[in-house]
DNA sequence: GCTTGACCTTCCAGTTACTGGAAGGATTAC
DNA sequence: GTAATCCTTCCAGTAACTGGAAGGTCAAGC
């Protein structure tokens, strides 16, 4: 199948699937005599595998690591389960970092009466001095 | 003061406070007879302004904006709320996406036993075929 | 006066993971 | 035959820096 098919079948649009092949996460695809990618199951198979992997925020290179688990008959399970759990902190210290950003903003913007006066807690704290 | 003076005080390296001058994010500084960048009380309350909101998250064409609110006193303190307000909507929209990406893990995290069996429902869940 | 180290300058390249667009060839529908 | 829709490659741009190279300046110590 054509790559636009692969694309519609993966989920994955086509200039990332040629993308990928670029930065050799997948294997290049086979071509047909008229230079077009040529794609069978077993492609599109790997290609949705990296949608969802992409979509729970794995990092390419994280990708890579799990793709290769995913082809290793010998793979230990404990070592796909160490990716995750490592995804799984980095979602929480970014969820906790943006729960601090949050905190502080909605509390400004509670202070901040947002009608037509310039006078505004939000920009006197960005201007305030660092406490020593 | 010189520009690691500046960065000092501000909180911003060196290579950000230039590359704000570079982006036309700051006025360019003040030069000394040697070239050197010269940096005031002011711009230093500028640079911090500046690494408080990018702190917070704000893109750099926000702060663009929020420092022009900032200098403006004829500034309406409903536009900067909106600014914030927008920024707060996104936060939310980034801890919900987090925060399903983390239930998924979890529970696959879960089901994994972690250990030297090759058999992982991490991978057969990235592997699965899209339910119709 | 000279050297050494710590500054400073500019400029170019790399980072992440794509995405848009141009130029040109192939295929398909009518 | 031709128009629309594919496909190809390649180059550039995105966000917000960061690292490093090449070279000028300055302050301290001998």
Redesign the pocket.
């Given at each position: 199948m054509?790559?636009?098919?692969a694309a519609e079948q993966s989920g994955l649009?086509?200039?990332?699937i040629?993308?990928y092949e670029d930065i050799g996460l997948v294997e290049p695809a086979r071509r047909r005599?008229?230079?077009?990618?040529d794609y069978g199951l077993r492609d599109v198979h790997m290609l949705r595998f990296l949608h969802r992997a992409?979509d729970l925020g794995f990092?390419?290179?994280d990708c890579r690591a799990l793709l290769s688990l995913y082809t290793d008959q010998q793979r230990r399970s404990a070592d796909v389960k160490a990716i995750a759990l490592k995804r799984i902190a980095d979602i929480d210290r970014k969820i906790a970092e943006l729960g601090e950003m949050r905190l502080v903003l909605a509390t400004l913007v509670e202070k901040c009466h947002g009608d037509e006066r310039p006078d505004c807690p939000i920009l006197d704290d960005f201007a305030a001095e660092v406490s020593e």
């Open positions: 054509n790559i636009s098919q649009p086509p200039k990332t040629r993308y005599d008229n230079g077009y990618r992409r990092t390419v290179a």
